[in-house]
DNA sequence: CGAATACTTGAGGCTTTTCAATAGGTGTGG
DNA sequence: CCACACCTATTGAAAAGCCTCAAGTATTCG
């Protein structure tokens, strides 16, 4: 039932690893000077994950932090029925493994989706590294600052009444992440499951099956298999009932 | 529509503010020495807060962090048709004011339910002391760390399907974060209304009104007006399929 | 190519919402 | 102190939305 671990030494590395990286400019070191840059990396270990393997596992001792590099995530607990419930999915130049900085041990799962590289990183060393570095520090809490963010629109997501109100909100946010722009809206690879797509929504798989269909028919995406692509924007905000503004804390607005 | 603010200097304060805190256990200093404790409490300034009025605003400078001393509230953003959407509620021990850190900007209201007295802090400031006392800094990050964890039991309650099952989560969350035991369950007060507790848990107001009333004739839980009374905890875990551990980063548990 | 998995589509039923009316509680002013 | 207004909470009946069950189609993988 549980996948099994599988790490591997990932194909991206080497010692400019982050300054040619394609994602810095919303990753970690994005506004880090070269010295700063040069600290982090050398405490970086790139790994990589196949399809269903787990990063780590509820309750494993918890002594590194991801930068997710390339792919997609999913994190997810299960309750007493056994009941998977997945509480995010995360995307490139995101940051993942926060659930186990309270404890000490983490709180969910980590599954990969698809293949997926990440930047492991050793919490111990990157605080005492973040004590000499201020730049580090700052740019350490800006990036949690970010995940909270993308929790309260997880929130505000499931708080949207209407189904297709939630799976509104949902495509803007995965165009969003996945560096969509909105003027050229790019197809967008589901790399989730309809049903993974549907317990993170808190919907029945059929009912998500339904209303993207109903969303194409609409004329609002169209959608094949994996493939979504976004035709009319403006409708798709209408419809969802917010227009989320831009994901902060890219290299180009994170003076803070 | 929206509330004044006012802020006012708070009734709690000295110069051992935190160590006679009583929510101090569960509180940023919980295990920090007396000369780490003494220069946070430097930088805290205490506030207080009426029902009603706001501790910041949505889109207002970010400047400091909070810890909450007394009292309860809740913080909301509101979409474009005006709807208020609670993101969540916040108690004694806990940080708020972290929706801020990746912008500069705060991303939702504040607002206190009841009156409330809370420990503002500057964020600046807070990050310099940091670097020099690392017990203040893995402190720093076990708190937020556990803001993370609330955050996912938030949306794990909200997946809950049969709208009894969240309610019955909700209950749970809130005995434990407002200090009850669960072997001695002592009446706990709803410092929100059922409109707000509703729109929490994405349920209509009657909904909630119907379902408190079906678990108290079921006798799990006594319910009059704002007074909760937790009856039979056993079947309040059985309903809600899960059984919430202990809230980790108290000062037992806060060895990390 | 066959089996297993993922996705789509339809029909019926059930939970939750909506609409509506009533009861309870709180605060103000006479 | 009581009456009134206002807000909050409760309760009922009807409607709607979403889920469950079921069947069928498409896709992936060995």
Redesign the interface.
Request: net charge negative; hydrophobic share 35%; with cysteine.
């Given at each position: 039932m549980v996948p099994e671990r599988i790490s591997r030494i990932g194909s991206h590395g080497g010692a400019d690893l982050c300054r040619r990286c394609k994602v810095l400019p919303m990753c970690l070191p994005a506004t880090l000077g070269q010295a700063e840059c040069a600290g982090l990396t050398a405490l970086i270990e790139p790994v990589a994950y196949d399809s269903g393997t787990l990063v780590y596992r509820d309750r494993s001792a918890?002594d590194h932090l991801y930068l997710v590099h390339s792919g997609a995530l999913k994190s997810w607990?299960s309750?007493?029925?056994g009941e998977m419930?997945i509480?995010?999915f995360h995307f490139p130049g995101e940051m993942v493994g926060?659930?186990?900085?309270?404890?000490?041990s983490h709180?969910?799962n980590l599954e990969s989706l698809g293949h997926s590289e990440l930047c492991r990183i050793p919490y111990a060393r990157l605080?005492i590294l973040?004590?000499e570095l201020?730049g580090l520090?700052?740019r350490i809490?800006?990036m949690?600052?970010?995940?909270?963010?993308l929790?309260?629109e997880?929130?505000?997501m499931?708080?949207a009444?209407p189904a297709i109100e939630r799976l509104a909100l949902f495509i803007q946010t995965l165009a969003r992440r996945t560096g969509q722009t909105v003027k050229h809206p790019q197809a967008i690879v589901l790399e989730m499951t309809r049903w993974e797509l549907a317990?993170f929504l808190?919907l029945a798989t059929e009912t998500v099956s339904r209303l993207l269909a109903e969303l194409q028919k609409r004329k609002i995406i169209r959608v094949d298999r994996r493939r979504l692509q976004i035709v009319d924007m403006q409708r798709l905000i209408e419809i969802s009932?917010?227009?989320l503004g831009d994901l902060?804390?890219v290299s180009s607005?994170a003076?803070?």
């Open positions: 918890f607990t309750n007493v029925n419930q509480l995010g926060l659930d186990g900085i309270a404890s000490g709180q969910c605080g973040a004590r201020p520090q700052r809490a800006l949690m600052g970010r995940e909270f963010l929790d309260h997880h929130i505000a499931m708080s009444r317990n808190a009932g917010e227009d902060p804390c607005s003076a803070g």
